[in-house]
């Protein structure tokens, strides 16, 4: 009779932190980073918490050592020049949704943060958070992923650019090393188009997506020059769908083409069946969201392949 | 239509400056000196008994431990609704016999939350006999299945329990199969509910704290104080006299407390134990882990003559009552009260199972099986209609139990005839607001968003009560006192569950006495002041309660023009005065009509009746209702569905409510607003699965993954047209009938209608999800591709 398991629930308490922790405020990034080089596996890193902590409350995760990083001047900012985008860490969602930047640079990270939690949870959360928690569901990851964009990593050792296709390793599991903290997100102005967009479906308006996608397109004289397509919530890890980016790409800049090709996404995805949804229908709903999102960048380059 | 002074004017709800400016106390945020924190100790098995329980280590800590072997052993129904006969017990304070995961073993209590937090997670509890979890009724019921309980008292008697079955209900009436015969149509169908959880807004709390003479005062999240303390009571021996359980507000309910929360008697056991004021509030894990709604699944068989007549209706009804009995017996009565009081169907044939599963217990839900069964009523009476290819609004009016018909809403033993139905009106009303002559065929409906519009009418009643005492405890109570200056103290037990039922109350006394509301006080009191109320709940809070309220009125008006008739020289008598509100003086006068110099305040007569020695003016009434009429309610809704993912959007919405007079219109309006919601979530969203190995919700009690829909998933204001009917109920107090359920009712029957006249398929099982929707269109070949 093995076989059946306690269920935790005894160890759960959302109203505590219900386990026993060291917390420490640094006030500069070299005091962080000598921190986590010092208690390493043992150390979390605070940003938001809108993660972290109800992870802690869940008893999911249970370290010996908090580091806020949020009394850490200079890490929440959007800044554009000619070259690139970067935006701190520290940056919260809210902050996103205000950013002029990022409304007209980087519609498709725009879409994420206006479709992302309740407005509480975007006050609190952070862009640097919800990368390195690295929710297969994460609602920035398919926007950034369709603008190719790297984070920055810091350690006592170095300095480490990671581009984000390679920074996703698994459900929570990231490239970012025990010792390293992620600072800042880089998106290269030659990897970005108007064309782009994010949309996502979830079972309430105000929930974690049972699926998610972002395209990016770039066109020349109506034809898909440069197609980006990264989804959310359909495998281990936000995806892209390098499959069907490769058919479309030099393909005339037209819905039916799109949709021809939809089922290449089958090869770049693998969902499973969890309380949100069903393998079968992310599957289904996957085709799609890419296809809603082709068309939003579509239009928002002007419609003029339609 | 009467000419009211505050009935139906907007007034600014006596709570509503201390809720939202967060002043106003709730049962977690009260706090007394010395004060312990409880935390209850759960069985992580859905299926188990405990082989042994060290206590130690827990205890070294400091913590008050209690264990099963420390608390009364007596079998216990948190409801007390039915009288006693059928009152079925298998609730333990604590239990050695866990039979879901959530169910309290052991509990303590220390200084602080964490330190009750170290002592449980110290607690060592030994199990055996782990079984997996029977999470499907109809498994339960199979002769192989292992018996959940094996015996459980039925009032004061042992009864065996079979095949899992807690309770059952049979009833018949005519014959049906000879119906069946004769019918030109006969569908049948088999429905399943989803089991949602309340998400009340205030997690459950409670707080006990003890005194030097050994009574105890609780304060606890409760839709009744006093079957709160009569429970209290009889589980650990004290007089109800030594048991005072206070009135706090309550952040929502829909139900959910309808019963004494099971962690009062846990709390009250701590408390005596420890001998200090002793609190648990729940988490809201842990809450989802208490209670949630009940699951119910039906075989409907109806048949109907080429007229458009129905001729009969066979109901089997099983209800997953999870592990512990929170009284589903009454509502085997009330489902079939909601189908027998929905349409006349002649010839009816009934049988309900209550039947146990290692699921979290299920109680009450705002409607108690009526959204269940109207919706699967709805739908039956759609279909049918569509196959005789009648109207579905002509064949409801054919066949609707009205005006003049006998209605046994709440039961087969409690009944009553109706004696008001705005039904017509509102269909013909509603019907074309929402352009129901357009709404269009689904077949002829093409394109990626089809709507649909889709109709859905039911009822609640208002209260249980009625002529004949059967099986339902029904009754209330008021005290009202006129101060030394003329203002007003109205005292009663019964509870507002924030939607604004005591200010019902104070506009129906302010009516009949004309005194303005805000010279009328609720006492926030408890079970040592009050007479008896059952609890807020069958939406009988303005019906029964406003009566109670207007009763003691009554009699305080004929004290007051006893008093006047002293003052009043020249009058002959009290039966010539009369009282209204004076809009100048901004008070109650009472005068002699036609004879503008005889008039006096009831302010100055107050003060007189003070000053020479008169007396107190006050009345404390008790109050049966003799009759539990339904309050109607009509729904239009339409949505659009978008065929490529299966998601479904409310686009307009028209609710039609007949409630009698309207005592506070936008409270009303909020209600029915609110009732959409709720009816909404179940429709398209809300259900709670388990995982079929451990027993634990796949949520795990998370909302994270128990998500209720938002102001975001609603249509725009604009879009949601409420009607009130033009009636007048004489039997309720000033012609009012009751809301809080029948606002939400009919509403997931109209959805699910609305989605088949979109897209012309019917779903019978709900919630009625996107992936439901696509399989459903891609298996009539329809796909996007």
Redesign the interface.
């Known amino acids: ?1 093995s ?14 932190l ?1 386990i026993r922790f060291e917390y420490y405020e640094p006030t500069s990034l070299d005091e962080a980073l000598e921190l986590l080089d010092k208690l390493g596996e043992e150390a979390k890193v605070l940003a938001g918490g809108t993660d972290l902590i ?1 992870k802690m409350k ?1 008893r999911a995760l249970e370290p010996k050592h908090l580091i806020n990083l949020k009394r850490i001047p200079n890490l929440n900012y959007i800044v554009s020049d000619s070259e690139s985008i970067r935006i701190g860490a520290l940056t919260t969602w809210s902050d996103l949704e205000k950013s002029d930047i990022v409304k007209n640079e980087l519609p498709a990270l725009y879409d994420a943060v206006k479709a992302m939690g309740s407005l509480q949870i975007r006050n609190m959360a952070t862009l640097g958070g919800n990368i390195c928690n690295a929710s297969p569901a994460a609602d920035s990851a398919p926007p950034l992923l369709v603008y190719d964009a790297k984070v920055k990593v810091v350690s006592k050792q170095g300095v480490r650019v990671i581009p984000l296709t390679e920074f996703f390793l698994g459900p929570g599991v990231t490239a970012l090393r025990s010792n390293e903290v992620l600072t800042e997100v880089v998106i290269d102005k030659h990897n970005v188009s108007v064309g782009s967009a994010f949309v996502k ?1 979830s ?6 997506a ?1 699926a998610s996608a972002a395209v990016m397109i770039k066109l020349k004289d109506g034809i898909l020059e440069d197609v980006k397509i990264a989804l959310g919530s359909v495998a281990p890890t936000p995806v892209r769908a390098k499959s069907l980016e490769a058919a479309l790409v030099g393909r005339p800049a037209k819905l039916e083409e799109v ?1 021809q090709y ?2 290449l996404l089958e090869k770049d995805i693998k969902p499973i069946d969890d ?4 393998a ?2 992310r599957r ?2 996957s ?3 890419v ?2 999102a082709f068309l939003k960048a579509l239009n928002r380059l002007g419609g003029c392949s339609l | 239509m009467t000419a009211w002074s505050f009935l139906g004017s907007k007034t600014l709800r006596k709570d509503s400056l201390a809720k939202v400016s967060g002043a106003l106390k709730f049962t977690n945020d009260l706090e007394v000196p010395g004060m312990l924190i409880g ?1 209850i ?2 069985s ?3 299926f188990a008994d405990v082989k042994r329980i060290n206590k130690e280590r827990a205890e070294r800590l400091g913590a008050v431990v209690i264990t099963p072997d420390d608390v009364p052993q007596k079998l216990y129904n948190p409801r007390l609704v039915s009288v006693h006969e059928v009152t079925f017990k298998d609730h333990q304070v604590l239990t050695k016999r866990p039979r879901f ?2 169910d309290p073993i052991a509990a303590v209590a220390a200084s602080s ?2 330190l009750a ?1 170290r002592a ?2 110290l607690l060592e509890v030994e199990f055996e ?5 029977i999470l499907d009724p109809f498994e339960a019921m199979s002769p192989d299945a292992p018996p959940i309980h094996e015996r459980i008292m039925k009032g004061d008697k042992w009864v065996e329990v079979k095949n899992n079955v807690g309770a059952e209900l049979t009833y018949s009436e005519g014959d049906v199969d000879e119906a069946f015969k004769k019918a030109d149509v006969v569908i049948e169908r088999f429905f399943k509910t989803g089991r949602r959880y309340h998400m009340q807004l205030e997690p459950k709390a409670v707080l006990c704290v003890p005194h030097t003479d050994g009574s105890i005062t609780i304060y606890t999240t409760t839709q009744t104080i006093h079957n709160t303390r009569i429970l209290v009571s009889q589980i650990f021996d004290l007089p109800e006299s030594k048991v005072n359980v206070v009135k706090v507000p309550i952040g929502g309910s829909f139900g959910s407390s309808i019963q004494t929360n099971v962690i009062v008697p846990i709390a009250v056991a701590l408390c005596l134990k420890a001998r200090k004021p002793v609190k648990i ?1 729940l ?4 809450d989802m ?1 208490d209670h949630v709604g009940f699951s119910m699944h039906f075989r409907i068989k109806a048949g109907a003559t080429k007229e458009g007549f129905l001729i009969g209706g066979e109901f089997e009804n099983i209800i997953d009552i999870g592990a512990h009995q929170v009284q589903p017996y009454p509502l085997l009565g009330t489902s079939l009260g909601w189908f027998v009081s929905l349409y006349k169907w002649r010839n009816i044939r009934y049988v309900g199972r209550a039947v146990y599963t290692n699921k979290v217990p299920g109680c009450a839900i705002r409607g108690y099986g009526a959204p269940e069964v109207t919706w699967a009523v709805e739908t039956i009476v759609d279909e049918l209609a569509e196959e005789l290819k009648i109207d579905p609004l002509e064949f409801r009016l054919r066949n609707y139990v009205g005006k003049g018909d006998i209605f046994w809403g709440q039961g087969p033993t409690v009944r009553s005839v109706i004696k008001s139905d705005g039904v017509p009106e509102l269909l013909k009303e509603g019907s074309e607001l929402i352009g129901w002559s357009s709404r269009g065929r689904p077949e002829d409906k093409k394109g990626r968003f089809r709507r649909g519009i889709g109709v859905g009418r039911g009822f609640h009643t208002s209260g249980a009560g009625g002529p004949i005492s059967g099986e339902v405890i029904d009754y209330s109570g008021a005290v009202l006192k006129v101060n030394e200056d003329g203002s007003i103290d109205y005292i009663t037990a019964l509870q507002d569950h924030g939607g604004g039922t005591l200010d019902a109350h104070v506009k129906i006394i302010a009516e009949a006495l004309g005194v303005p509301p805000e010279l009328i006080n609720v006492v926030w009191s408890d079970t040592s002041t009050t007479p008896y109320d059952v609890c807020t709940h069958a939406s009988r809070g303005t019906y029964v309660g406003g009566a109670a309220a207007l009763k003691a009125a009554e009699i305080v008006k004929q004290k007051i023009f006893e008093y006047a008739v002293r003052v009043l020289g020249r009058v002959v008598n009290p039966e010539a005065l009369k009282i209204r509100y004076d809009r100048e003086l901004k008070q109650a006068v009472i005068y002699v009509e036609g004879n503008p110099d005889l008039k006096i305040t009831l302010k100055e007569l107050a003060t007189i009746a003070w000053q020479r020695n008169w007396g107190t003016i006050a009345a404390v009434v008790t109050h049966r209702a003799t009759s539990a009429p339904p309050s109607f309610t009509v729904w239009f809704v339409e949505v659009e569905v978008d065929t ?4 479904v959007r409310p686009v307009r919405v028209v609710a039609g409510a007949d409630i009698g007079t309207v005592i506070n219109k936008d409270l009303a309006e909020g209600q029915l607003h609110g009732g959409f919601a709720m009816g909404w ?1 179940m429709a398209v ?1 809300e259900d709670t ?1 388990y995982n079929p ?4 919700l ?5 909302i ?2 128990y ?4 102001a ?2 609603m249509p725009k204001v604009e879009d949601f047209k409420v009607l009130f009917a033009e009636t007048y109920e004489p039997t309720g107090p000033f012609g009012a009938k009751g809301l809080g359920e029948a606002a939400s009712n009919p509403v997931a029957a109209a959805v699910a209608n609305a989605i088949a006249n979109a897209i012309g398929v019917r779903f019978y099982e709900l919630p009625i ?3 439901k929707i ?2 459903a269109l ?1 298996e009539r070949g329809e796909w ?2």
């Open positions: 009779m076989e059946v398991r306690p269920v935790p629930l005894n160890l759960r308490n959302s109203r505590i219900p109800v869940m479906i079972r309430v308006a105000t929930d974690l049972i949709k939809l089922n309380v949100r949804g069903t079968w229908y289904e709903v085709k799609v969201l296809y809603d | 935390r100790f759960r992580p098995y859905a995961v959530g939350e964490e937090q449980l997670e006999n782990i079984r997996k979890p509030a988490t809201r894990e842990e882990y490529y993912t299966g998601k979530g969203a699965p190995t451990t027993g634990e796949l949520c795990r009690g998370f994270t993954d998500k209720i829909v938002t975001q998933d999800t996107p992936d696509l399989k891609k996007f591709e």
